[in-house]
């Protein structure tokens, strides 16, 4: 922050960096081109050509990768999988589209795939595949594709009740009724058998101890949105979203 005085008046100016840390969605929304600006993302493939290295780059803010140009010294390290900070101007393609002419490149996270990385670049892996690493999945474009969808579903499906008076209700994710026998509960107890086995009492039964009677994952809202909404207004009522993925 600068500070002086103007006819004894106090005038503070702040001062920005004139490099702006921007998400690869933002980019593509709005014209940013002769700008130099800072992007974070991880290397979703490389192609070496002569003296230049291209890296396809993906922060998870949208689909689109953002193509970033490097030089090849460090390609060794620049690998798919690797998470970067990038710095550089942005400037069109000859395909007219978005690219990052590089500064610098910071290396945060590098990545190996000889080391056992599971995911090679420009390859299509099956589900079943993909579900042994679950920790790695939301780097899958389909996979990331899923939850950006289901975020948009849940988000317009949120609105609109919003915008109809709706209340949103969080029900209890245990419960102790089975939704009026209609569907198939899973009953939850201790997975530490000595845990469970000290809680025993006479008069419960083993699964019974912890919560002092039979407890379930719950399969239905409605019994608690019945009790919820008597004691709402009539403009409003309650409503619950589950998804199971």
């Known amino acids: 922050?600068?500070?002086?005085?103007?006819?004894?008046?106090?005038?503070?100016?702040?001062?920005?960096?004139?490099?702006?840390n921007?998400?690869?969605i933002n980019i593509f929304r709005s014209?940013?081109?002769?700008?130099?600006?800072?992007?974070?993302?991880?290397?979703?493939?490389?192609?070496?050509?002569?003296?230049?290295?291209?890296?396809?780059?993906n922060d998870g803010s949208c689909s689109k990768n953002l193509q970033v140009i490097a030089t090849t010294a460090n390609a060794s390290s620049l690998t798919s999988g690797s998470s970067i900070i990038a710095t550089g101007v942005l400037q069109h393609s000859p395909k007219n589209e978005f690219e990052l002419?590089?500064?610098?490149?910071?290396?945060?996270?590098?990545?190996?795939?000889?080391?056992?990385?599971?995911?090679?670049?420009?390859?299509?892996?099956?589900t079943d595949y993909v579900r042994q690493y679950l920790h790695f999945r939301p780097r899958t474009s389909h996979f990331s594709s899923l939850l950006r969808i289901r975020d948009a579903a849940t988000r317009a499906i949120h609105n609109f009740f919003h915008k109809e008076g709706y209340l949103h209700v969080h029900t209890p994710i245990l419960t102790s009724n089975d939704c009026e026998g209609a569907g198939e509960t899973?009953?939850?107890?201790?997975?530490?058998?000595?845990?469970?086995?000290?809680?025993?009492?006479?008069?419960?039964?083993?699964?019974?101890?912890?919560?002092?009677?039979?407890?379930?994952?719950?399969?239905?809202?409605?019994?608690?949105?019945?009790?919820?909404?008597?004691?709402?207004?009539?403009?409003?009522?309650?409503?619950?979203?589950?998804?199971?993925?």
Not at 1 to 14: D, P, T
Not at 102 to 126: M, T, W
Not at 216 to 243: D, M, R, Y
């Open 22 to 24: 921007l998400r690869i």
């Open 186 to 245: 899973f009953a939850v107890v201790p997975n530490n058998q000595e845990t469970l086995k000290n809680m025993v009492r006479s008069h419960l039964l083993p699964e019974e101890a912890y919560f002092n009677s039979k407890t379930f994952l719950t399969v239905s809202a409605q019994l608690h949105l019945e009790a919820v909404v008597h004691g709402l207004s009539k403009n409003s009522t309650c409503w619950k979203l589950n998804v199971l993925l």
């Open 101 to 126: 002419n590089s500064e610098h490149i910071e290396l945060c996270g590098g990545c190996n795939i000889q080391d056992g990385y599971p995911f090679a670049p420009r390859k299509v892996y099956s």
């Open 31 to 57: 014209n940013y081109v002769g700008e130099k600006i800072q992007i974070k993302g991880w290397i979703k493939a490389s192609r070496k050509m002569k003296q230049h290295l291209f890296l396809d780059v």
């Open 1 to 20: 922050m600068i500070c002086w005085f103007k006819n004894f008046e106090k005038i503070s100016y702040r001062l920005y960096s004139s490099t702006q």
